[in-house]
């Protein structure tokens, strides 16, 4: 079939307001429930991160209260460490976005931490969204759209997405740990922030943006990005 692009964070943590490292990177669903879909449809999946570093799952992320039992949070567990896309990732400043025919960011808090900030993201982020490419982007990976920015303008300003919320982030206990609100920030850059109900499935289609607001959104953002393929 074709060749997806799932760009991931490469940092193990992030770091809060008071200077302490929380552990994290990706989070599981975000990751598995997109790599099932589009490997079922038949897709070839390249994984890339800032300096081809192997992307680390979130620990809290497998937990058996995120995965509806401990059942599928070994489940979860199970593809991820068969996943050998994430243990030979390439390095984001060596993707060749003609390559790839759709990009998908998951997210976790690691993106908050590097690709919130990072140069090489931005770009190909610019260049996806110019291409008309289909272009998915989860939770906290929106947090990689701040990166896309040209002589101070969001390449992402004026579109409608989805995020991780400031209510979320409250009711996850971080909001007051945070250096910055996702929510926040993307709202001051121009991007429209559509806010859905806390935790449910909620996703946003502008033009060949798909963004989805929580891990519960990634497999219906997935299954939007699958109907754009074609």
């Given at each position: ?26 989070w599981a ?44 949070a070994d ?109 926040d920030r ?45």
């Amino acid at each position: 079939m074709s060749k997806i692009l799932f760009v991931m964070t490469g940092v193990d943590y992030w770091t809060l307001a008071d200077g302490t490292r929380h552990p994290t990177g990706f989070w599981a669903e975000e990751a598995v429930a997109p790599y099932e879909a589009f490997k079922a449809a038949g897709h070839e999946i390249v994984v890339a991160t800032p300096g081809g570093v192997v992307p680390t799952v979130d620990k809290g992320s497998l937990a058996a209260q995120y995965n509806g039992g401990q059942e599928n949070a070994d489940r979860v567990a199970g593809v991820l460490a068969a996943a050998t896309e994430l243990q030979h990732p390439i390095s984001l400043q060596d993707v060749n976005l003609d390559e790839y025919a759709a990009v998908y960011y998951p997210g976790g808090h690691g993106p908050m931490e590097d690709l919130a900030v990072d140069a090489d993201s931005g770009k190909l982020l610019t260049l996806a969204l110019e291409s008309g490419k289909p272009l998915g982007v989860v939770c906290h990976g929106p947090a990689a759209l701040l990166a896309a920015e040209q002589d101070g303008v969001n390449a992402f300003a004026g579109y409608r997405v989805a995020a991780f919320t400031n209510d979320e982030e409250t009711q996850s206990g971080f909001a007051d740990k945070a250096k910055w609100l996702l929510q926040d920030r993307l709202t001051e850059a121009g991007v429209q922030v559509q806010v859905g109900e806390p935790w449910a499935p909620h996703i946003v289609v502008d033009r060949n943006l798909v963004t989805g607001q929580n891990p519960a959104s990634s497999a219906p953002l997935a299954a939007e990005l699958l109907k754009t393929l074609g």
